[in-house]
């Protein structure tokens, strides 16, 4: 099985690939969009969760996803379908660093990409060349939220503190009009529904080496989450505008 097939299973029951819940996802979403006519973009879509829930709830929006899983695209393009949405999405199949548009979008997302654009700052700084005047950022990163163990840090490398991480974001130029920290509810509930998600599945194929391979996957997950990282990871939402430059010549 491929990580990608795993990561699928493992989201079977938690389609928003972030520990939020929906009640988080709808107010984070409410504070970028504040209009409900705006243009949205995604950058590393995956199955373009955030997109869909804010399409199927604000019937003049426009939005477009990019990712690099075809995959992911396939399935947010039936969902989309289902919804009845498609026809107000656009989805691209490329790296989300390298994607262009001729437009600019009112709200930029990244929930959980920064990997895919080298860190934090990296990322506020594609989503910058997307912006159009007056518009919104909706980022998610994690952080530290207590002193690592090695084992933590070996999961998810150098992360700062949740106060490093917001003072970065203000001297690259944003404001936060709207945050959000996952709750250690919202953190456990995240973690037990995707292997919770990937051991069920591979019990009920007990005869298929993909469903021992799945198990192993689940077991090695949770083992690695309660022993490595539990007390110590967080996850940082912020919905940001961009400071105005008062720099005088």
Same mark, same amino acid.
């Given at each position: 099985?491929? &990580? *990608?097939?795993? =990561?699928?299973?493992a989201?079977? %029951?938690? @389609?928003?690939? $972030? /520990?939020?819940?929906d009640?988080?996802?709808?107010?984070?979403?409410?504070?970028?969009? /504040?209009?409900?006519?705006?243009?949205?973009?995604?950058?590393?879509?995956?199955?373009? *969760?955030?997109?869909?829930?804010?399409?199927?709830?604000?019937?003049?929006? &426009?939005?477009?996803?990019?990712d690099?899983?075809?995959?992911?695209?396939?399935?947010?393009?039936?969902?989309?379908?289902?919804?009845g949405?498609?026809?107000?999405?656009?989805?691209?199949?490329?790296?989300?660093?390298?994607?262009?548009? /001729?437009?600019?979008?009112?709200?930029?997302? =990244?929930?959980?990409?920064?990997?895919?654009?080298?860190?934090?700052?990296?990322?506020? $700084?594609?989503? &910058?060349?997307?912006l159009?005047?007056?518009?919104?950022?909706?980022?998610? *990163? =994690?952080?530290? #939220?207590?002193? /690592?163990?090695?084992?933590?840090?070996?999961?998810?490398? %150098?992360?700062?503190?949740?106060?490093?991480?917001? #003072?970065?974001?203000?001297?690259?130029g944003?404001?936060?009009?709207?945050?959000?920290?996952?709750?250690?509810?919202?953190?456990d509930?995240?973690?037990?529904?995707?292997?919770?998600?990937?051991? =069920?599945?591979?019990?009920d194929?007990?005869?298929?080496?993909a469903?021992?391979?799945?198990? *192993?996957?689940?077991?090695?997950?949770?083992?690695?989450?309660?022993h490595?990282? &539990?007390?110590?990871?967080?996850?940082?939402?912020?919905?940001?505008?961009?400071t @105005? %430059?008062?720099?005088?010549?």
């Open positions: 099985m491929s &990580r *990608e097939d795993i =990561s699928g299973i989201h079977a %029951d938690h @389609p928003i690939k $972030a /520990p939020l819940d009640e988080s996802v709808g107010r984070l979403l409410g504070h970028g969009l /504040p209009r409900g006519d705006e243009r949205v973009l995604d950058l590393g879509c995956g199955t373009a *969760e955030w997109l869909l829930r804010a399409l199927a709830t604000r019937p003049r929006l &426009r939005a477009e996803g990019v690099v899983s075809e995959v992911a695209l396939r399935q947010a393009g039936r969902t989309a379908s289902a919804l949405v498609e026809g107000r999405l656009v989805l691209h199949h490329q790296e989300a660093a390298d994607f262009r548009s /001729p437009q600019p979008f009112d709200l930029v997302i =990244s929930v959980g990409a920064s990997h895919a654009f080298g860190g934090l700052l990296p990322t506020l $700084a594609a989503a &910058r060349e997307h159009a005047p007056g518009g919104r950022v909706l980022i998610g *990163e =994690s952080f530290w #939220d207590r002193d /690592p163990s090695p084992a933590a840090i070996e999961a998810f490398g %150098d992360l700062a503190d949740l106060a490093t991480t917001v #003072d970065r974001v203000v001297a690259d944003w404001t936060p009009v709207h945050g959000h920290v996952s709750t250690r509810g919202e953190l509930a995240y973690e037990w529904a995707c292997w919770g998600s990937l051991a =069920s599945w591979a019990l194929r007990p005869a298929d080496p469903g021992t391979q799945a198990l *192993e996957a689940a077991t090695a997950a949770r083992s690695q989450w309660l490595g990282y &539990r007390d110590s990871f967080g996850f940082l939402c912020l919905v940001l505008r961009q @105005p %430059d008062t720099t005088e010549e």
